[in-house]
């Protein structure tokens, strides 16, 4: 295998890490004087769902991780079916890496996880980008069977990337377009991928997403326990993870900044990424313990 | 007089524009390749009451445009019970001093002006940052009767600035000592200072609250109509312009991002003065027709 050390999702091998009872596959890549930057994944996505535009400018300025949880990809093991368990998969990863400081970055399925980390082990997180994704309790979670999703996983027209497109991105012609340029993305890198994941993937990972959206106690209430300072983005338009569950983290959440795309579904950071690269870059390089940067 | 010409509203001299039937108190200062910022003031407040933390560095991009709308101030006339009246003052000073394009901040009371104002003459303004205000037909927008604000308006140990500090920040210690920070630069500039407003102005502006709340038709329509980039900010725990009418207008301008501040509430651009001023810097040397910056 050819070990291209390009700092970019296009070209970066993977790589696989032992823990006891289990082998993650992931991909690291870039460097520069800020801490390496976890990031989670969306609904069945796998390595090769990170749009080389979000991951690449970020590896300049600190090393990027990219990671299979448990079951998906080339990582062993079974897809958990709650996302208490994929941060402790998560946590395991990282202990296997030897990393016991970092930063993260979680989108939508990702952004729990990286929610439920920080509650588990706060030491290890220094700041977090929450990016179109929901507290425990919140609403209107994933659930595809709702018209305005079921609409395109019953259309036989679309499929793989062109659903992705659909769902990711608001009805607009521009975000659409944006839609179509980050699936090209996608598709530029030709060797050493991830296998699609399958049915039984979907299905467990939405079983994790009715569990998080029930609470017992005070709702909300646990993140008040966070208080590393938290960039929360998403698009306005997101019919995946309705932008409530943003506006909720962050009045919940002590010390988090706000972000809203506007003309964006749930994959903003991907429409308007040199944006959020942008801001995500300067929240990042932050030293400050307050969100505002 | 001595006609300091630092570009700071500690020492910047007020100036008047006769037009016809009336005379405008303003100030104007800075200079820099950026169009000329209109900034629209907040209840009851006169030119003394901007922040020169904000204002400040501002003016070291472009020319900074305060100014005391009718009956505010020195401006001449009668305050207006509704904000169509106020836009329409505020064009007329424009005219008066012969602006045709500029940018404006609307603050509170003033975003309510300056979405009316570009809904009334869309050719004049060319990026808008919209302040802890609220569209028309927004909820919960000044209602100082209620226990959470009247609290601190019947409190016969507060007077003043201290009403100020209270009711512009949120409760913490960490919003107040922001709050003590902001009323003392208020206090910065000694001379040539406006008379305060009085009990006349509080009731036709509460009035002008009371009808912006209302709205015929399909609520929010308007927004759909101004194109213009505008980035809406607020304080998460705002008491004064309840945060979701900024939800409300991210959710219906059709090209606005919504940035919003923690631990802050009506005054978080007084409160977060650095990072307002980077975020405010960034989006208005932005020349995209897209709000993202």
Redesign the interface.
């Known amino acids: 295998m050819k070990m291209t050390l390009t700092a970019s999702n296009i070209t970066a091998p993977t790589r696989f890490v032992e823990v006891p009872n289990q082998r993650y596959a992931y991909r690291r890549f870039g460097n520069g004087s800020g801490p390496p930057l976890l990031c989670l994944q969306h609904f069945t996505g796998t390595l090769d769902n990170w749009d080389p535009a979000v991951t690449d400018p970020l590896a300049s300025g600190r090393e990027v991780i990219l990671f299979d949880n448990a079951g998906i990809g080339r990582s062993t093991g079974v897809v958990p079916e709650t996302i208490a368990e994929m941060a402790t998969h998560a946590l395991a990863f990282l202990d296997g890496l030897g990393i016991q400081s970092c930063d993260v970055l979680g989108f939508s399925l990702g952004g729990m996880v990286a929610q439920q980390m920080v509650l588990d082990r706060p030491a290890v997180f220094r700041r977090m980008i929450l990016a179109g994704t929901a507290p425990r309790g919140g609403e209107d979670i994933m659930h595809l069977d709702k018209p305005s999703l079921s609409r395109y996983f019953t259309n036989p027209a679309l499929q793989g990337y062109a659903i992705l497109q659909k769902i990711f991105f608001a009805p607009s012609l521009s975000s659409q377009s944006a839609g179509e340029a980050f699936t090209g993305r996608l598709m530029l890198r030709t060797e050493d991928r991830d296998e699609i994941s399958g049915p039984d993937v979907a299905r467990a990972q939405l079983a994790s997403f009715r569990e998080w959206e029930q609470f017992t106690g005070v709702r909300f209430a646990d993140l008040k326990r966070i208080g590393q300072p938290t960039l929360v983005v998403n698009g306005?338009q997101d019919e995946m993870i309705a932008?409530?569950n943003s506006?909720w983290l962050?009045?919940h959440?002590?010390?988090?900044?706000?972000?809203?795309?506007?003309?964006a579904g749930h994959g903003s950071l991907f429409q308007?990424h040199e944006?959020f690269h942008?801001h995500a870059a300067e929240f990042l390089a932050s030293n400050s313990r307050?969100?505002?940067?």
């Open positions: 306005v932008v409530r506006y962050a009045e959440l002590p010390n988090a900044m706000l972000l809203i795309y506007p003309d308007w944006s942008h307050f969100a505002p940067y």
